[in-house]
């Protein structure tokens, strides 16, 4: 019996038949009686035993193929995870910063509030993210998501789907829109991406969506300082030019307006897409439950684009003009 038959004696199951380039990394005698060396066995097993899986340790035993879970670093192939580790034959990396580029809005106080009705509030120092939460950023949120979560609705008291609505006017799954805020998304889902997207990630208060929306306290309605919205300035509703061409119920890809940015650079705080953030309602008007937002969007007049302008809606609702941004605390020293 040849040694390429011999091996396929030994290793059954796992070989139907070695080729003879299996057997070209060791010297192996052609009579029957020759001995088959551990190394070519090793060769075998790998070729036909190998599942693809970069966290199990593939071998041959009677005749059966084996793959043992290992615990060696691997790849997960997410940007957004770190310190990649096999576990439980699955390859599994630790979240890692993986949102926007931030700006750090400095603490201080400032009279919150609109028009002549004001209180002084104080704001502790805190990083927002510079846009809008993009299509794209989104995406990569909802490849991590497992099968079961990447559903679309169903998001009635807690984050269970992350799939974003398709209805008129939202851009998910719309070719050529990965640097558009997304939209169509709910409180829930936003405040999932958050948390995954950054350790200590959140949605923003309303308190500190206003307080960075009048650059940290330095202007009384606007980011950008004390002239009245324009389109030059924000992505708003009543002035044609403001809008996409063609389209009237659209938003621009974010920081389309840079001469609206606040003085720590966060673009679009007005305009563009309405904000969730992170309140609660406190229900004196029979909106208990129903979350925040603010900053107005492109749907909206220019007499809303500003910064004390905040409404409420239920947390459920996923509408082409609610989007959302991220905060996290200032890292430590």
């Known amino acids: 019996m040849r040694a390429a038959c011999v091996i396929a004696v030994i290793l059954g199951a796992c070989v139907a038949a070695c080729d003879p ?3 070209a990394p060791a010297s192996v005698g052609a009579d029957a009686g020759a001995d ?3 190394t070519v066995l090793d060769v075998c097993a790998v070729k036909h035993c190998d599942d693809g899986n970069p966290c199990t340790a593939d071998s041959c035993l009677a005749g059966t193929c084996q793959h043992a879970v290992t615990t060696v670093p691997c790849d997960d192939g997410d940007p957004c995870t770190t310190a990649d580790t096999c576990a439980g034959g699955h390859c599994v990396g630790q979240p890692h910063d993986c949102g926007a580029a ?8 400032f009279a919150s509030g609109c028009g002549d009705v004001t209180v002084p509030a104080t704001v502790a120092a805190f990083q927002l993210d510079r846009t809008e939460v993009t299509v794209a950023q989104y995406g990569k949120f909802l490849q991590q998501l497992s099968p079961a979560q990447q559903c679309q609705g169903g998001n009635l008291t807690s984050f269970v789907c992350g799939t974003p609505s398709t209805l008129y006017g939202c851009v998910w799954g719309i070719p050529g829109t990965d640097s558009d805020p997304i939209e169509c998304v709910d409180w829930f ?3 999932a991406y958050c948390a995954w997207a950054t350790p200590g990630g959140r949605l923003p208060t309303a308190l500190e969506f206003q307080y960075a929306a009048r650059s940290a306290g330095k202007f009384p309605a606007y980011p950008w300082g004390t002239q009245p919205p324009n389109c030059n300035l924000a992505v708003f509703s009543g002035e044609p030019q403001c809008l996409q061409p063609g389209n009237d119920q659209s938003e621009w890809p974010v920081c389309s307006r840079p001469q609206g940015n606040s003085a ?3 673009c679009d705080l007005l305009g563009n897409v309405a904000e969730w953030c992170a309140d609660v309602a406190v229900g004196t008007m029979g909106d208990a439950g129903f979350r ?5 969007s492109w749907a909206d007049a220019a007499a809303t ?4 302008q905040c409404g409420v809606q239920l947390p459920q609702l996923a509408i082409s003009r609610i989007g959302f941004r991220c905060a996290r605390p200032t890292p430590g020293p």
């Open 292 to 296: 925040v937002t603010c900053g107005g």
């Open 21 to 23: 380039a299996d057997l």
């Open 36 to 38: 088959v060396p551990a």
């Open 305 to 308: 684009m500003d910064a004390c």
């Open 264 to 266: 720590q650079g966060a």
């Open 102 to 109: 931030r700006v750090t809005v400095p603490g201080g106080t």
């Open 189 to 191: 889902q936003a405040s």
